[in-house]
């Protein structure tokens, strides 16, 4: 894992959908199960801030603290959210610009992990939460295909369901032959032909 990928496409096509996500939207359900799109929204504003500091290896609160241990939650998304997740989108992807950024090891989500592994992790957390936020407010997602393949392969590395536990679904499969986004969908743990409707009617 030499290359350095770019996150500046999977951000910018999340704050794309961002962007289109109506205030009544966001108590909504979402293919990744158990949050809503405000959730995700906080999700990913964390995230971004969590893994900022780990590219500038500025390791302290933000990436040493276990996801599982604060779950994210539409309550606490602050007033200008929809200011501040862009701004925090674009520090990520600035801190991971930097060569430096991909050396040696850092930390995140309390676990510390080789750098070009952790950006790698950033670049899938951007692009499956795009597609889950998209997914549950009604539009449409693609994202580039370097990325893609970026997602697949690191979610191909472990496919045993003990293993990802805690971290993904089991690999929901799909037809040989899909759409890269789907194989990254479905390798994610989640449906590729997830839609609202389906979601609501099984709550209801």
């Known amino acids: 894992m030499t290359a350095m990928p770019d996150l500046e496409p999977p951000a910018r096509r999340m704050a794309l959908v961002l962007e289109n996500v109506a205030d009544e939207r966001l108590s ?48 606490l998304l602050p007033a200008d959210w929809r200011d501040a997740v862009p701004r925090a989108l674009d520090g ?20 510390t992990l080789p750098a070009a592994v ?19 407010t009604g539009q449409e997602y693609d994202c580039d295909e370097t990325s893609l393949r970026v997602s697949v392969g690191l979610l191909s590395q472990s496919t045993d369901e003990a293993e990802r536990a805690g971290t993904f679904g089991p690999v929901v499969e799909v037809p040989d032959g899909s759409p890269l986004l789907d194989r990254a969908v479905g390798l994610s743990g989640r449906e590729p032909s997830w839609n609202p409707g389906a979601a609501s009617a099984r709550l209801g």
Do not use: M, Y
Not at 43 to 61: M, Y
Not at 92 to 111: C, D, F, K, N, S
Not at 126 to 135: E, F, M, N, P, T
């Open 28 to 75: 909504a359900p979402t293919p990744c199960e158990g949050s809503t799109v405000g959730d995700l929204i906080h999700h990913v504003l964390g995230l971004s801030v969590a893994f900022r500091d780990a590219a500038r290896k500025d390791l302290g609160p933000a990436t040493r603290t276990d996801p599982s241990a604060s779950r994210p939650s539409a309550a």
């Open 92 to 111: 990520l992807v600035a801190a991971w610009r930097e060569p430096a950024a991909w050396e040696g090891v850092t930390q995140a989500g309390g676990v």
């Open 118 to 136: 952790a950006g790698r992790v950033a670049l899938n957390e951007l692009l499956i939460h795009g597609w889950d936020i998209a997914r549950a």
